[in-house]
Nanobody
Framework: QVHLVESGGGLVQAGGSLRRSCAAS????????TGWFRQAPGKEREFVAG????????YYAESVKGRFAISRDNAKNTVYLQMHSLHPEDTALYYC???????????????????WGQGTQVTVSS
C-alpha cells in the first residue's frame, strides 16, 4: 500500500515556474514507476510526465516537453515536477500516481495506476 501526498501547487503568472512534490509512504515506493497527470475543467485526464523507478528514464507529453522536468529522490520517497515557462493552458488539477505494475510501455495510461495523490490546483494567469 502506498499513500501519496502532493504539495506545491498554486497561482502563477504566465511564464513563471512552479515545483510540485509528491511524497509517498511505503517502503516499496522507490520501486514504482511514477507519473504526473492533469485534468482541466471539461477535459479528460491527460499524461504529463513519467519516471522509472531508478530515475534514469523520463517521459513527457509533447505539450510540456522542454518546459517540465520530472525527477525523484528515492531516499526521500519523493517525486518532483519542475514546471517552467508556464502557459495559461497548463491550468489544471495535477495528480501524481504510482503503481508497481506500470511499465515504460504503459506509464502514459492513467487507468494503469492504482495509487493517486489528492490532486492540487495549478492556475496560470495570462
Amino acid at each position: 500500500q502506498v499513500h501519496l501526498v502532493e504539495s506545491g501547487g498554486g497561482l502563477v503568472q504566465a511564464g513563471g515556474s512552479l515545483r510540485r512534490s509528491c511524497a509517498a509512504s511505503g517502503r516499496t515506493f522507490s520501486s514504482y514507476v511514477t507519473g504526473w497527470f492533469r485534468q482541466a475543467p471539461g477535459k479528460e485526464r491527460e499524461f504529463v510526465a513519467g519516471i522509472t523507478w531508478s530515475g534514469t528514464s523520463t517521459y513527457y507529453a509533447e505539450s510540456v516537453k522542454g518546459r517540465f522536468a520530472i525527477s525523484r529522490d528515492n531516499a526521500k520517497n519523493t517525486v518532483y515536477l519542475q514546471m517552467h515557462s508556464l502557459h495559461p493552458e497548463d491550468t489544471a488539477l495535477y495528480y501524481c500516481a504510482a503503481d508497481p505494475r506500470v511499465t515504460r510501455a504503459t506509464l502514459r495510461f492513467s487507468n494503469m495506476y492504482d495509487y493517486w495523490g489528492q490532486g492540487t490546483q495549478v492556475t496560470v494567469s495570462s
